[in-house]
């Protein structure tokens, strides 16, 4: 399993899916950052393909804005990570992107 996938028990997160998952999901990071706007456009982009997504570390990033270690971070359903780095990858994000 890689450093940066986890297995969630939706039911405690904040998990956005259009379709009717099973209760735990494999997760992989698309992306970390500080910057609101790109979690916003990200976001957006997500949820106009259909992409399952969680957000996670919102209210620490908000918490402790000034702490330039806590970033927020977008998990994205394992089978859909590459659909949504070449999403990225079209919008000039591609930058953006966690390594993989």
């Known amino acids: 399993m890689p450093s940066d996938a986890a297995i969630l028990n939706l039911q405690s997160w904040n998990y956005h899916s ?6 735990s999901i494999m997760m992989e990071e698309l992306l970390r950052t500080h910057d609101p706007v790109i979690i916003s456009k990200v976001v957006f982009l997500l949820e106009e393909n259909n992409i399952s997504y969680l957000l996670s570390d919102q209210n620490m990033n908000s918490l402790y804005a000034g702490i ?3 970033y927020q971070r977008i998990m994205v359903d394992a089978e859909q990570l590459e659909t949504a780095r070449s999403i990225l990858r079209q919008e000039q994000l591609g930058d953006e992107l966690s390594e993989k």
């Open 18 to 23: 259009r379709s009717n998952k099973p209760e």
């Open 68 to 70: 330039p270690m806590i």
